[in-house]
């Protein structure tokens, strides 16, 4: 059975930080790029970053990059988000999600992730 746990949301102030995991289960970890999206109430989803675990590339949307980074640990079979200089717009529902070899946005996704809530104050 194929699992996308995201984990590590809570409650932050303006200007924190948060690191986010997305671990993994049931596909060949190697095999698969995993990103990270998140929906604010009553915005529509957007892509934040992504990793390929086949080719290693990364991917920032370009708003978001300097603050966010991806990483990607093989022995865990985990993702990590680092959400640095957090700002209340970036509050929101975040999901991991996993594709098969390479990063090409939400309409490739093979397997999605339950999400975790990042609220951060003002």
């Known amino acids: 059975e194929v699992q996308l746990q995201a984990s590590g949301g809570g409650l932050v102030q303006a200007g924190g930080s948060l690191r986010l995991s997305c671990a993994a289960s049931?596909?060949?970890?190697?095999?698969?790029?995993i990103g990270w999206f998140r929906q604010a109430p009553g915005k529509a989803r957007e892509g934040i970053s992504c990793?390929?675990?086949?080719?290693?590339?990364?991917h920032y949307a370009d708003s978001l990059k300097g603050r966010f980074t991806i990483s990607s640990d093989s022995a865990k079979n985990t993702v990590y988000l680092q959400l640095n200089s957090l700002k209340p717009e970036d509050t929101a529902v975040y999901y991991c999600?996993?594709?098969?070899?390479?990063?090409?946005?939400?309409?490739?996704?093979?397997?999605w992730g339950r999400g975790t809530l990042v609220t951060v104050s003002s």
């Open positions: 990793i390929s675990n086949y080719d290693g590339s990364t």
């Open positions: 049931g596909f060949t970890f190697g095999d698969y790029a």
């Open positions: 999600a996993a594709e098969r070899r390479y990063c090409s946005g939400p309409t490739g996704i093979d397997y």
